[in-house]
């Protein structure tokens, strides 16, 4: 049978429609892929995106809180209310005796007000001639708004300064609660019962606070202080606007008694002159700032303008205005500082980049947002093994819990061997031969992450020198550490042989191949406990091990990461576990297993050197009198039957954490 | 021509297969781990509550021990076995730093218990239907069903790509089967109609 035309099926579309079902299959297509697309979303771990500190908003309202120090009034002082003094002794028949409050007085209808020690004067002078009391008239009170002006000094690479003027202000109130009526008192917004005021420096207040303006005087006097700085600037004129009493005319600015010629901090009164890190001497080589004989402009050296008042100010090798002593990150302009995980106050504590006493950096501490590889999480170390830009410490999508904190990670959990610190709350004192509680490690976790770090570096990254034989060339990159830190709930490394993890631990830390308990060191007059245990032969494991003693922390570590098993001589199952853990054993059953121990891809063993573990070192003997029928190969010192500096891993035992190395993930 | 349409519509379907990933790769991490706490008290082994939760698992085949872990299908298949050590033995070492900062010979701790508590952590695999816990002598003191820590978890996690039913979202789901229908359909049309073509010019 032939096909005709009768016979063909009737296309479905007409030629000429071939071309938009096309258009619209591959539209389907788009559809398809970019709704696939949009699907995504962005995954867990990524940084967030960098944000921006605002501004500090000019207008502010300010509340000053009380900071109440208590004390116990001294004989024969009594403890009563400023009112109640005067109404006892009069205005001048008392005085004050500690500036410190012992109480407050409290009522139905009032705020807590203030009481103080005070003690009647006693008179030894004839009475004074009574001249009649100057007729004063009680201030009009003045209602000011708080405005905080930030002032720009007149180039604009100069820091910005804030000062405050005015405050919202009541004859009747005593705002601050240090017992003082605002009337009479010389800050009536900051706690200062003493109202010292030596220095008449922004009118009494503690440096910091917020002056009052309770007449033109004192009006004027904070008035000059704001003025010369604010002089050029918008912000002046808004001041005045908002504040229409307001004048501060009349006065000049050289309270401090320097002319601002003389000046090397004209907008901060600062009689002293103060620069210590003597960046003034440097500027004056700088024409451009002084001309032999005075300041051309303002040098904002002087410590009260200083930005980093005890650093050399010359250097700044990012050109933010920032020098280098006080720039928590030198490679990168901010001006700003920001650092958001305070990494820089961990790093305060190492004296290899803080200097306490000259209070700046020794070097470049990489901390500031701007030079920190994880700007939301903690890691003052910065590591970034994988040299990808982003920490270690915001490299872990799996630490999902808070109290997991990333130290070291080379890769994810599953192709590493995750190793998680935890600090004990106890330790052990031998000589009184019981556990004691220590809260060295679990109070402070810069302290217990400075151990943790020594531990990392001078115990499992020095794998290569505790080696007879070479270990992989980057076992570094094996491994990931972590610490977990929950003061509330600290480890117990004694109370069981390997330790006892916190509640919630397991399953907060699911993928640990080991947790190590630190404990910290009792030293008594008959030595310091520096054992160890754990919980099993193999990962995962559960390890003791002395927060201070990393040839204790390997060995432990050789039982529960490696495999490894005691070389020195106890007895069998009653003191230690014997056993040939296969494969590539340290330790045999017998003496032609120990002779005929596989190769495989590692060193073969020297078949003369397999002996009973009771054959000491003749030089070294231990236990002479233990004899026990399980072999061994390496050779003493061995860190798996002695713990200190010089012992090594023999072949055997390399050959084990080769294997172990090389085994993860195993199948 | 018809190898050309074949192999255009089998672009365009491996295409639109490989897209698929990209709805359920949504970059979230779901791996998840099975909890299982057991009680081993004298020869007694009791186990606790099973429990499946987001998360990564230790590596599990680097342990010596005299117990055995065994992972198995529903249909009892064994998935994976390993080794786990007694929890009930401890072992450790003594080691004192003298006053004079010498260090004591190390003697050893062994801790033998009748009661002691093991959890195992087991990565998630929707296969695993069981696990199999065998003393050191090889006896069975545990056979732990797994699927109702699944079933509890789902219940709590239904959008869990291991929990849904229907792992694509519909509009993607619709836009495949659209694309395949109309793949066959313009099939269908070319082979058709050449061949009608052909009996128009015979004739």
Known sequence: MKWNNAMTPRPFLQSQCRIPVMGILLVLFLVCCTSGAGAATPSRGLPPPATTTPAPTPVQLVMATPTPTMITCPAPCACMERSAAVAQWGTNGFSQCAEQACGYATGATRAPVAKYCFRQTVVTQPAAPYYPPPVTTTPTPTYYQLVTIPITTTATQEPKKLVTLSIPYSPNIDADLDGLPDTNDNCPYSYNPGQQDADREFLGCPPGSVAKMPDQSDLAICAELVIESARKTCEYNAFVKANPGFTGGGCNFKRDGKGDACDNCRNIQNTGQADSDGDCESLKNDPAFWDGTQWQKDPLCGDACDICPYADNTQDSDHDGVPDGCDNCRTMANPDRIDTDKDCVLLQQDPAFWDSVKKVWIQDPHCGNACDTCPSDVNPEQLDTNKDGTGDACSCSWCTDARIRPVYISGETGSSIDIIFVPSATGYDMKQTKIVQRDDYNKSEPVFRGIVLDNIRNGFFKLDSYSSKPVPADFRERFNFYYYWDPSSPADAHNQCGGTLPSGFGTAVPFRDAAIILYPAVATSVGTAAGGCSNSLGSPAQISAPGFWQPTLLHESGHGVFGLVDTYCSRPQIDTYYGQNDPYSNVWISESNCKQSPTGPYWPLNATTCRRIDADDPATPKNPDCSIDFWRSDPDPDVMRDTDFSSRFGTAGVRRITYVFDSYPSP | ?203
């Open chain 2, 1 to 203: 021509m018809k190898q050309q349409i074949i192999t255009g519509t089998a672009a365009i379907l491996l295409a639109c297969l490989l897209v698929l990933p990209a709805y359920a790769a949504d970059g979230t991490d779901y791996s998840k781990v099975f909890f299982i706490p057991f009680t081993i008290d004298e020869n007694n082994v009791t186990c606790g509550q099973v429990v499946l939760m987001y998360g990564h698992s230790p590596d599990l085949g680097l342990q010596s021990g005299t117990f055995r872990g065994e992972i198995a299908e529903s249909g009892a298949k064994t998935i994976r076995s390993f080794a786990i050590w007694d929890p009930r033995v401890r072992f450790g070492d003594t080691v004192v730093k003298r006053p004079d900062g010498s260090v004591s010979g190390v003697s050893g701790i062994l801790e033998k218990t009748d009661r002691a508590d093991l959890t195992v952590i087991l990565p998630f695999s929707a296969a695993s239907g069981t696990f199999n816990l065998y003393d050191d002598t090889g006896v069975l003191v545990s056979s732990v069903d797994l699927r109702p820590a699944v079933s509890a978890f789902c219940s709590s996690n239904p959008k869990d790509p291991d929990c849904s039913r229907l792992p694509l979202p519909l509009p993607a789901l619709i836009g495949i089967v659209l694309v395949v229908i109309a793949a066959i359909g313009i099939l269908y049309y070319r082979k058709y109609r050449n061949k009608g073509i052909t009996v128009d010019k015979n004739q």
